[in-house]
């Protein structure tokens, strides 16, 4: 009897047609003041590469709608693509934008899951679009140094471009002279978007997005941290970093310490290589 069962699994396997291993998808979101080329600058595509991933192309944003710049490494089982958001505008606006590059990348892999890989704001626009949109083909959501319970630094740029009041122009005129006219004009043109990073309070966006339901997949939070060299992330507080401490994703998220400071650097395609 044990040799007619062995015999009949051996034809099963035999005549059984074999699966072809799913592609694995990836694709990279910037941060606030950054963009997609981020990634290749800091060392990080680099990294992945190494690992085995290839670069698939980069996904814009123009008048005419998305704009797709595909490359010729576009080839393999594991691909990474990269967008380029409007870092500026407010996140629900990132969002939407994310949510249309997405559904192009998931058309052009239909047989597979996305990853989606989010650093600073970029993992909070990434987490927005999961809640609002629903999570279509991501089954895991990574994010890097992401202000999820939000950064006090918003607040202080906000605070530095008020120039209400009695004295509004007097302080504009010091504020203008301590940062200079370039960044002045960028942090008032961001004020949606810094306004979405501060700490949760009614009537800001934090305060909603962490009270909502959250999307049933993967959930990993990469958390700065100091060390005895350098004094950690100076942006985002490490608590901040921890999609745990979202009322919503309590319990729900795994915890990688990476010992650097806020940006990219080639550590991170390491690290993303070794969870991916």
């Known amino acids: 009897m044990l040799i007619l069962r062995s015999l009949f699994l051996s034809l099963l396997f035999i005549f059984l047609p074999l699966q072809k291993a ?12 950054s963009d997609a080329g981020t990634w290749e600058r800091s060392g990080v595509n680099a990294l992945l590469r190494q690992a085995g991933w290839h670069y698939a192309g980069n996904l ?15 080839k393999g089982d594991k691909r990474f693509y990269t967008v ?13 934008w994310l949510k249309a590059a997405i559904d192009r990348i998931s058309q052009e892999n239909p047989d597979e899951n996305i ?19 629903g999570k279509g083909k991501v089954d895991r959501l990574i994010t890097i140094a992401a202000p999820h319970l939000g950064t ?12 209400s009041g009695m004295f509004g122009m007097v302080k504009e005129w010091f504020v203008r002279d301590e940062i200079g006219d370039g960044m002045y004009h960028t942090l008032k043109a961001s004020r949606g978007i810094l306004f979405n990073l501060v700490p949760p309070a009614p009537g800001t966006l934090l305060f909603w997005l962490n009270a909502q339901p ?52 080639p550590m991170d395609g390491k690290l993303l290589a070794e969870i991916l």
């Open 60 to 74: 814009g944003f123009s008048p005419a709608g998305l704009v797709e710049q595909p490359v010729a490494e576009n």
């Open 152 to 163: 006090d630094k918003a607040i202080r740029a906000l605070d530095a471009v008020d120039d």
């Open 84 to 96: 380029n958001l409007p870092s500026l505008a407010p996140a629900p606006a990132q969002a939407s």
């Open 214 to 265: 959250h999307p049933d997949i993967e959930y990993v939070s990469v958390i700065r941290s100091g060390g005895y060299v350098i004094a950690g992330d100076l942006v985002v507080p490490p608590f901040s970093q921890d999609m745990n401490m979202v009322p919503a994703l309590r319990g729900k998220s795994k915890r990688w310490l990476s010992y650097q400071g806020h940006e990219l650097t």
């Open 22 to 33: 799913s592609a694995e998808v990836a694709v990279l979101v910037h941060g606030y003041l």
């Open 115 to 133: 990853t989606l890989v989010g650093h600073s704001a970029g993992g909070v626009v990434a987490r927005l679009m999961l809640v609002q949109y």
